[in-house]
Nanobody, 131 residues
Framework: EVQLVESGGGSVEAGGSLRLSCVVS?????MAWFRRAPGTIQEGVAS???????NYVASVKGRFTISHDNAKNTLYLQMTKLEPEDSAMYYC????????????????????????????WGQGTQVTVSS
């Protein structure tokens, strides 16, 4: 089973930046970042497929960038222009299905197609953005 360990969360003022990292042990074709704020459902923030394609939830497009360093086997989420609404626990995840088409990968983070049991999860890292 793929294991994931996140780091890089913290507190920042609105307009600031943070970079989350996730060291991944094992191979995964489809990886993603999710977040969950108190009282809300888990939300897929960004996903990346091994073909290089990426997908973002509308609220973070143009502000967040997901990337993967194959040499370091590390997944990143670069977050800029942070807003208080971005405050949440952030989780990196790797889809358990080894062979997954890009469209299926990106679709698997959408609420209506999201099944937590299909992903391996990190422990989470807290991001807090103050106004």
């Amino acid at each position: 089973e793929v294991q994931l360990v996140e780091s890089g969360g913290g507190s920042v003022e609105a307009g600031g930046s943070l970079r989350l990292s996730c060291v991944v042990s094992g191979a995964a074709q489809c990886m993603a970042w999710f977040r969950r704020a108190p009282g809300t459902i888990q939300e897929g923030v960004a996903s990346i497929h091994s073909d290089g394609s990426a997908n973002y939830v509308a609220s973070v497009k143009g502000r967040f960038t997901i990337s993967h360093d194959n040499a370091k086997n590390t997944l990143y989420l670069q977050m800029t222009k942070l807003e208080p609404e971005d405050s949440a626990m952030y989780y990196c995840a790797a889809h358990k299905t080894r062979t997954l088409a890009p469209t299926t990968c990106h679709g698997a983070t959408k609420t209506q197609f999201f099944f937590p049991s299909l992903w391996n999860w990190g422990q989470g890292t807290q991001v807090t953005v103050s106004s």
